[in-house]
T-cell receptor, first 111, second 111 residues
Framework: NAGVTQTPKFRVLKTGQSMTLLCAQD?????MYWYRQDPGMGLRLIHY???????AKGEVPDGYNVSRLKKQNFLLGLESAAPSQTSVYFC??????????FGSGTRLTVV | TQLLEQSPQFLSIQEGENLTVYCNSS?????LQWYRQEPGEGPVLLVT?????EVKKLKRLTFQFGDARKDSSLHITAAQPGDTGLYLC???????????FGTGTRLTVIP
C-alpha cells in the first residue's frame, strides 16, 4: 500500500539546470496535484490534472511544466531552475475532490 | 491575500491543556478539510466536513463547520505530545477542481 510515491526526496540544483520530479500513485485516482510549500506561504498549487492526458495551471505555474501521460504518474519539470524555486514540493492525488493523499515531499535547493 | 486564514499561527501548550484553532474566510466552501503534517512528511487527512453547522469528533479532536460554511474550528481536548504538528485547513469552492489551503497552525505540546 504505497499510496503516493515521490522521487527524489532531496536534490540540489545549480541555477539554470533542469530536472523532473516524479510522482506515482497506486490508488487509481483521477485527480493529481503538485504543490509547493514555503515558510509562511502555506501550500500553493502549481499545476494539477483531472485525468490522463489533461493538465491545468494552478496558482503559481510560472517556471514549471507538467505531464500526465499515464493515469498513475504525474511529472513536474523545471526547465531552468532559479533560486526562487527552492522549496519543498508535494504531490497529491484524490478521487474527484475528496480528501487528498500526499506524498512525503521533495526538498529542492537551487544554488 | 490568503483565501483561508488560520489562527493562531503558532501555539505552544502544556500536555493536558485544551486548545482551539480557527480557519476563517470571507468565501463560501462546499466542503472543508483538516490535515495534520509532521516534520519531513506530507499532510495527512483528518476529517472532511460538508454541511453548515456540522460537528465531527475524532477521539479527542472535535471539528466544526460554520453555519454559513465560511469558517471552521478544531478543538483538541487534553492535548498530548503526539498531537504536535502543523494543522492545515483546506476548502473546496463550488465548481473548482482543487482545494485551497490555509497557512497552518503550528502546535507544540510540551510533556
Amino acid at each position: 500500500n504505497a499510496g503516493v510515491t515521490q522521487t527524489p526526496k532531496f536534490r540540489v540544483l545549480k541555477t539554470g539546470q533542469s530536472m523532473t520530479l516524479l510522482c506515482a500513485q497506486d490508488m487509481n485516482h483521477e485527480y493529481m496535484y503538485w504543490y509547493r510549500q514555503d515558510p509562511g506561504m502555506g501550500l500553493r498549487l502549481i499545476h494539477y490534472s483531472v485525468g490522463e492526458g489533461t493538465t491545468a495551471k494552478g496558482e503559481v505555474p510560472d517556471g514549471y511544466n507538467v505531464s500526465r501521460l499515464k493515469k498513475q504518474n504525474f511529472l513536474l519539470g523545471l526547465e531552468s531552475a532559479a533560486p526562487s524555486q527552492t522549496s519543498v514540493y508535494f504531490c497529491a492525488s484524490s478521487y474527484a475532490r475528496r480528501g487528498y493523499t500526499f506524498g512525503s515531499g521533495t526538498r529542492l535547493t537551487v544554488v | 491575500t490568503q483565501l483561508l486564514e488560520q489562527s493562531p499561527q503558532f501555539l505552544s501548550i502544556q500536555e493536558g491543556e485544551n486548545l482551539t484553532v480557527y480557519c476563517n474566510s470571507s468565501s463560501v466552501f462546499s466542503s472543508l478539510q483538516w490535515y495534520r503534517q509532521e516534520p519531513g512528511e506530507g499532510p495527512v487527512l483528518l476529517v472532511t466536513v460538508v454541511t453548515g453547522g456540522e460537528v465531527k469528533k475524532l477521539k479527542r479532536l472535535t471539528f466544526q463547520f460554520g453555519d454559513a460554511r465560511k469558517d471552521s474550528s478544531l478543538h483538541i481536548t487534553a492535548a498530548q505530545p503526539g498531537d504536535t504538528g502543523l494543522y492545515l485547513c483546506a476548502g473546496a469552492q463550488p465548481g473548482a477542481n482543487n482545494l485551497f489551503f490555509g497557512t497552518g497552525t503550528r502546535l507544540t505540546v510540551i510533556p
